[in-house]
C-alpha cells in the first residue's frame, strides 16, 4: 500500500511538472514582425533602431532561420525590446516610398525579380537570408548575410541595441561578449560526403 501512495505521488508530482511546462512552451514570446511603412510610422512616435529579415519564398535556409533563430525565446525578447522587426520579402509587389524616394519591383510578374528597397538594403548583395541593422534614423549599420544560429545573432543583435558599436570594434566586443544562450556543442565526428 506504501509503495501505491508512493507512485500515486510521484504521477501526480510528474502530472503537474507536465502541464506546467506544455503551459510555458505555449506562452513562449515570439517576435513582433512588422512592414518596413508600420517601423516607419512606429519610429516616429517612440525612437528604435531597425532590425530587417530579407527573405524569400523559396529560400530554405530562411525558413531554417524562422523556425530555430527567430523562434527563440531570447532572441525574441531582445528583438521585441531593442528593435522594430521587419519581415522583408526581397520579390515583394508593393510600392513603397519612404525620404522622398519610390521603391518598387521593377518586373512584379517576373520570377525572382527583386525589390528595389531590397535591392538597396543589401547594396545589391542579393543573399537570402540576410539580416539588416538600422539605426533610429534609418541610417545603415551592417548587412549580415546567410543563416544564423541564436547563438550567433544574441551577441550581433546587443552589439547593435546597446549601441556598443560606438564604443567597441565588433572584434573586441566579440571576444568578451556573455550572451544568455549557449552555442550547440560542436559534432564529434566530422560529417561524410
Not at 30 to 54: G, H, R, S
Not at 73 to 89: D, G, H, R, T, W
Not at 100 to 105: L, P, S, W, Y
Request: proline fraction near 6%; charge should be positive.
Amino acid at each position: 500500500m506504501k509503495n501505491i501512495k508512493i507512485i500515486l505521488s510521484l504521477f501526480l508530482a510528474g502530472l503537474f511538472l507536465c502541464s506546467f511546462v506544455f503551459y510555458y512552451e505555449g506562452e513562449t514570446e515570439k517576435i513582433k514582425w512588422v512592414t518596413f511603412q508600420e517601423a516607419v510610422e512606429l519610429n516616429k512616435k517612440e525612437k528604435k533602431k531597425i532590425f530587417i529579415d530579407v527573405y524569400t519564398d523559396w529560400c530554405g535556409w530562411c525558413k531554417v532561420m524562422d523556425k530555430n533563430t527567430f523562434s527563440h525565446p531570447v532572441i525574441a525578447k531582445y528583438m521585441n525590446e531593442k528593435f522594430y522587426s521587419v519581415k522583408m520579402n526581397a520579390e515583394m509587389k508593393d510600392t513603397i516610398v519612404f525620404n522622398g524616394a519610390t521603391f518598387v519591383n521593377p518586373n512584379p510578374k517576373q520570377m525572382r525579380s527583386t525589390h528595389q528597397l531590397a535591392a538597396s538594403l543589401l547594396s545589391n548583395k542579393l543573399s537570402y537570408p540576410t539580416t539588416v541593422y538600422l539605426d533610429e534614423n534609418f541610417s545603415l549599420l551592417t548587412q549580415v548575410p546567410g543563416y544564423l544560429q541564436p547563438a550567433q545573432m544574441e551577441p550581433m543583435a546587443k552589439y547593435f541595441g546597446e549601441n556598443s558599436y560606438f564604443i567597441a570594434k565588433w572584434e573586441d566586443f566579440q571576444k568578451t561578449f556573455k550572451g544568455e544562450i549557449t552555442a550547440p556543442p560542436p559534432p564529434t565526428t566530422s560529417p561524410t560526403h
